[in-house]
T-cell receptor
Framework: DTAVSQTPKYLVTQMGNDKSIKCEQN?????MYWYKQDSKKFLKIMFS???????INETVPNRFSPKSPDKAHLNLHINSLELGDSAVYFC????????????????FGPGTRLTVT | QKEVEQNSGPLSVPEGAIASLNCTYS??????FFWYRQYSGKSPELIMF????GDKEDGRFTAQLNKASQYVSLLIRDSQPSDSATYLC???????????FGAGTRLFVKA
């Protein structure tokens, strides 16, 4: 009955490799997000999709490419991994996209701890 | 740059006391605010949301919103050791449809 699930939970890889993280939600939500939480625990938005449309694309390196095959799935592919990419990546979903000045409660997946060596 | 600011703490309270967590925000146009709890090694979990000025109570938790002063607070009554966690305040970005998270306040409840 997991609401938002992510795979894998842990990912250890070497610099220069390419890796993907997958996310699925069964809440019927139409908006999904990728967040990065660094070692200082600061949670920062990376991308958001609403009904498969990219609506938020923060200033992240082009090596990061999200893809949403349908509104229940959001994947994150990372090319040429670097040491600084080490962090916990959270997927989240909300019932609908936010409006100006108004956002909606989000439900987070368990996170993927990425370690780049 | 829109901001949501919190005192990173740690905040330490004895068991049974009231824990008061505060958050200020810079954008007057923000209308909705959220409190998430994050245990170490776990994901953020929504515990309260508030849209209107005033207080909103849910069990031992009370969220308070003061739009004139641009602050949001979370009160935890009868604090328990299981409440020990990092509490994240979050609010919307007025123009960008994003949710902005504060840096979080670490709470320790001592038995």
């Amino acid at each position: 009955d997991t609401a938002v699930s992510q795979t894998p939970k842990y990912l250890v890889t070497q610099m220069g490799n390419d890796k993907s993280i997958k996310c699925e939600q069964n809440l019927g939500h139409d908006t999904m997000y990728w967040y990065k939480q660094d070692s200082k625990k600061f949670l920062k938005i990376m991308f958001s999709y609403n009904n498969k449309e990219l609506i938020i694309n923060e200033t992240v390196p082009n090596r990061f490419s999200p893809k949403s095959p349908d509104k229940a799935h959001l994947n994150l592919h990372i090319n040429s991994l670097e040491l600084g990419d080490s962090a916990v990546y959270f997927c989240a979903s909300s019932q609908r996209r936010g409006l100006a000045g108004l956002s909606y409660e989000q439900y987070f997946g368990p996170g993927t701890r990425l370690t780049v060596t | 740059q829109k901001e949501v600011e919190q005192n990173s703490g740690p905040l330490s309270v004895p068991e049974g006391a009231i824990a008061s967590l505060n958050c200020t925000y810079s954008d007057r146009g923000s209308q909705s605010f959220f409190w998430y709890r994050q245990y170490s090694g776990k994901s953020p979990e929504l515990i309260m949301f508030i849209y209107s000025n005033g207080d909103k109570e849910d069990g031992r938790f009370t969220a308070q919103l003061n739009k004139a002063s641009q602050y949001v607070s979370l009160l935890i009554r009868d604090s328990q050791p299981s409440d020990s966690a990092t509490y994240l305040c979050a609010g919307p970005d007025t123009g960008g449809f994003k949710t902005i998270f504060g840096a979080g306040t670490r709470l320790f409840v001592k038995a």
